[in-house]
């Protein structure tokens, strides 16, 4: 086996080609935070991102995005704005820690993994596997929203009646061009949770979201939505589009409408567009919030972990890991009394 370590924007035609094909290998590859537009759009905006290509007999059989840290520890390209990473590869049996090794780096941590990878099994952390929600609309929007719960319908029928009759006619706008609502996105997620407003203190945190919001490749597309009442936005959702269908990305929506949920009332807006549009896969993406699994009607598990090019650092990490474990189940053991 042979690793190559290059910069994204080194990879050419013929890889890209390449990477495509292996994508559509696995239905979870299939994402656009896996595609070479995602992978390159990273690149473009920050030094340290980098791909390892992996080689077998001269022929490519593997390619590893990553970032790296001070410490010379990878971690997934565009951390952590991707919601999905690791090897993307042939059916070839992959030896994580020798590509880990050759690559030079001291270790790869990835924070939400495909759990099918067969390459990253033995590397999983235990216990931190979650589904990550799918709304599949292969069914059409309409058999799918009659299958969700009753008092779900409900809820989102008077959250519609309550945002028409509080600020005006609901309307969808499906894939906004205009820089002012991506801003807008930006500004209310940012005042919302205070780990969004550091990351879009990052320039290159930005200059990513802005270019893949405009980008319409094949593999990974920006789609920004925004709810409309009347004609003020009220809510809006920047989705990233490829083969497979929607994966989501960012959300926000006007905090003084919050208790009318003009953020689901979007996201199903979205999804019945989607469908219409012949999209048939939404992924909502590894976030355990509540709504998500109420609007979902499949899933996929993901998981965390890392590969360590030195087992006796890994075995040490491990030991590490399970007492933190432990010390944590006696501290709650003891509050619990």
Same mark, same amino acid.
């Given at each position: 086996?042979?690793?190559?370590?290059v910069?994204p924007?080194?990879?050419g035609?013929?890889?890209?080609?390449l990477w495509?094909?292996?994508?559509?290998?696995?239905?979870?590859?299939?994402?656009?935070?896996?595609?070479?537009t995602?992978?390159?759009?990273?690149?473009?905006?920050?030094?340290?991102?980098?791909?390892a290509?992996?080689?077998?007999?001269?022929?490519?059989? +593997?390619?590893?995005?990553? @970032?790296?840290t001070?410490?010379?520890?990878? !971690?997934?390209? $565009?951390w952590p704005?991707?919601? &999905?990473?690791?090897?993307?590869?042939s059916?070839?049996?992959?030896?994580?820690?020798?590509?880990?090794r050759m690559?030079?780096?001291?270790?790869?941590?990835f924070d939400?993994a495909?759990?099918?990878?067969?390459a990253?099994?033995?590397?999983?952390?235990?216990?931190?596997?979650?589904?990550?929600?799918v709304?599949?609309?292969?069914?059409?929007?309409?058999?799918y929203?009659?299958?969700?719960?009753r008092?779900?319908?409900?809820?989102?029928?008077?959250?519609r009646?309550?945002?028409?009759?509080?600020?005006?006619?609901?309307?969808?706008?499906?894939n906004?061009?205009n820089?002012?609502?991506?801003?807008?996105?930006?500004?209310?997620?940012?005042?919302?949770?205070?780990f969004t407003?550091?990351l879009?203190s990052?320039?290159? +945190?930005?200059?990513?979201? @802005?270019?893949?919001a405009?980008?319409?490749? !094949?593999?990974c $597309?920006?789609v920004?939505s925004? &709810?409309?009442?009347?004609?003020?936005?009220?809510?809006?959702?920047?989705?990233?589009?490829s083969?497979?269908?929607?994966?989501?990305w960012?959300?926000?929506?006007d905090?003084?409408l919050a208790r009318?949920?003009?953020g689901?009332?979007?996201?199903?807006?979205?999804a019945q567009?989607?469908?219409?549009?012949?999209?048939?896969?939404?992924?909502?993406?590894?976030?355990?919030?509540?709504y998500?699994?109420?609007?979902?009607?499949?899933?996929?598990?993901?998981?965390?972990?890392?590969?360590?090019?030195?087992?006796?650092e890994?075995?040490?990490?491990?030991?590490s890991?399970?007492?933190?474990?432990?010390a944590?189940?006696?501290?709650?053991?003891?509050?619990?009394?």
């Amino acid at each position: 086996m042979r690793v190559t370590v290059v910069k994204p924007s080194e990879l050419g035609p013929g890889e890209a080609e390449l990477w495509a094909s292996f994508q559509r290998l696995s239905p979870e590859t299939v994402n656009p935070f896996f595609s070479m537009t995602f992978v390159q759009a990273v690149g473009r905006a920050r030094p340290s991102a980098r791909v390892a290509v992996v080689e077998d007999n001269s022929k490519i059989e +593997a390619f590893l995005p990553f @970032e790296l840290t001070p410490k010379n520890i990878a !971690v997934a390209i $565009g951390w952590p704005m991707n919601d &999905l990473h690791g090897f993307v590869s042939s059916a070839a049996t992959i030896d994580a820690r020798s590509v880990v090794r050759m690559a030079g780096l001291r270790g790869w941590v990835f924070d939400h993994a495909p759990a099918s990878q067969q390459a990253l099994v033995r590397y999983h952390y235990r216990g931190t596997t979650v589904q990550c929600p799918v709304i599949d609309l292969t069914v059409g929007y309409e058999t799918y929203f009659r299958d969700r719960s009753r008092s779900l319908r409900r809820e989102m029928a008077r959250s519609r009646r309550g945002l028409e009759r509080e600020a005006g006619p609901l309307s969808l706008e499906w894939n906004s061009s205009n820089p002012q609502h991506l801003r807008k996105l930006i500004e209310w997620k940012s005042r919302k949770y205070d780990f969004t407003g550091l990351l879009f203190s990052d320039p290159t +945190a930005l200059q990513i979201v @802005e270019e893949l919001a405009m980008t319409d490749n !094949v593999d990974c $597309g920006g789609v920004l939505s925004v &709810l409309l009442a009347g004609e003020k936005p009220i809510a809006f959702d920047l989705k990233l589009r490829s083969p497979r269908g929607l994966s989501g990305w960012f959300a926000a929506y006007d905090h003084g409408l919050a208790r009318f949920s003009p953020g689901i009332t979007l996201l199903l807006a979205v999804a019945q567009e989607a469908a219409r549009r012949d999209i048939a896969m939404f992924d909502l993406g590894y976030g355990q919030h509540r709504y998500k699994f109420r609007l979902a009607n499949n899933s996929y598990p993901v998981i965390k972990g890392a590969v360590w090019a030195s087992p006796i650092e890994h075995l040490g990490r491990a030991i590490s890991r399970r007492f933190r474990h432990v010390a944590r189940y006696c501290i709650q053991a003891v509050k619990r009394g």
